[in-house]
Structures are given as structure tokens and as C-alpha cells.
């Protein structure tokens, strides 16, 4: 992975992807639309639930792992009336339906070496404005609830 956000690329997949869960080759398979002049991005992966059960004649709780819940993803942006990417998010928004996204890192070591990728599912809703202060840009933040545990394609040698 790379050390910062530099270089991220961030996709929306042409259509809706469906309910069920999408492997790499799925994923793939996908056409892609890259979403312009994001500043902000944060979440993603996913954490496991751990019950806990106290008894009274116990000390110590009992604890079993429980489910795991992929993450919600935000990508916050500075918007642009003809960035086809951003008219994606923002169409995919008004739907109740699961979208693929790509997120392709800029960590290739060398010229025959991909970038790593990680590829995930999930509905997208509805923007929040942000107006800032004086000094401020314009942005719009949309929530990405992910819908499946993450798919991470690591750096691979291009073969010619």
C-alpha cells in the first residue's frame, strides 16, 4: 500500500452491480468510471462484532466472535458540474442499489509492476453540502454503506 493518499484513484462501477457478493473476476469484469477531484476519502474494510455475556458467578465474561460488518466509506469532493464520475455518485445516490467501487492505489515499485487495488459493493446516499468558512471550497460528502468484505488485488508483475 501506499504511504499516503497521493496519486488514489477512485471509481464508480457504469451501473448497479446487484445484491450478492462479487469476487475479483466480477469485479473486473466491470466498466469503470473514475470520480474527479475527490479531496477526502476515509473508511472502509470492516470490524467484527464480539458479543459479551456476563455471569454472576463468573469473572470473566463469556465472548464469542460474532458477525462482521463491512465499513462505511465517505468520499467528500469538490464538485464538478461535468465530471462524469461525479454524475455517477450523484445518479447512484437518487437509488436504493448496490454499486461496485474501485480504489487503485499509486504504490507500483516499478514500470512492470500494477498498482495495488481494492474493490468493494455498497449503496450510496444522499450528499451532505459543505460550505466552509472564507477560506473555504465548496464540497459535497457522500456515505458509501459497503455492502461486503473488501476484495484486495496486491501489486503484480505485468506480463507483457
Do not use: C, H
Not at 32 to 46: D, L, Q
Not at 109 to 114: A, G, K, M, V
Not at 118 to 124: H, I, K, L
Not at 127 to 147: A, E, I, M, N, W
Amino acid at each position: 500500500m501506499a504511504g499516503t493518499g497521493a496519486g488514489r484513484k477512485y471509481y464508480i462501477s457504469d451501473g448497479p452491480v446487484g445484491d450478492e457478493n462479487l469476487d475479483r473476476a466480477a469485479f473486473e469484469a466491470l466498466t469503470w468510471v473514475r470520480i474527479g477531484r475527490i479531496g477526502t476519502a476515509t473508511g472502509g474494510g470492516a470490524s467484527t462484532n464480539f458479543p459479551t455475556y456476563g455471569l454472576l458467578d463468573e469473572d470473566v465474561a463469556n465472548k464469542q466472535k460474532g458477525l462482521t460488518t463491512p465499513a462505511d466509506m465517505t468520499i467528500e469532493l469538490r464538485p464538478k458540474p461535468d465530471d462524469l464520475g461525479q454524475i455517477q455518485l450523484a445518479d447512484a445516490s437518487q437509488t436504493r442499489q448496490s454499486w461496485g467501487f474501485k480504489i487503485e492505489e499509486d504504490d507500483a515499485p516499478d514500470d512492470n509492476t500494477t498498482n495495488s487495488i481494492q474493490y468493494n459493493r455498497g449503496a450510496v446516499g444522499v450528499p451532505t453540502d459543505g460550505f466552509g468558512g472564507s477560506d473555504d471550497f465548496r464540497t459535497k460528502t457522500y456515505t458509501v454503506g459497503l455492502q461486503q468484505i473488501p476484495v484486495d488485488v496486491p501489486n503484480e508483475a505485468i506480463v507483457p
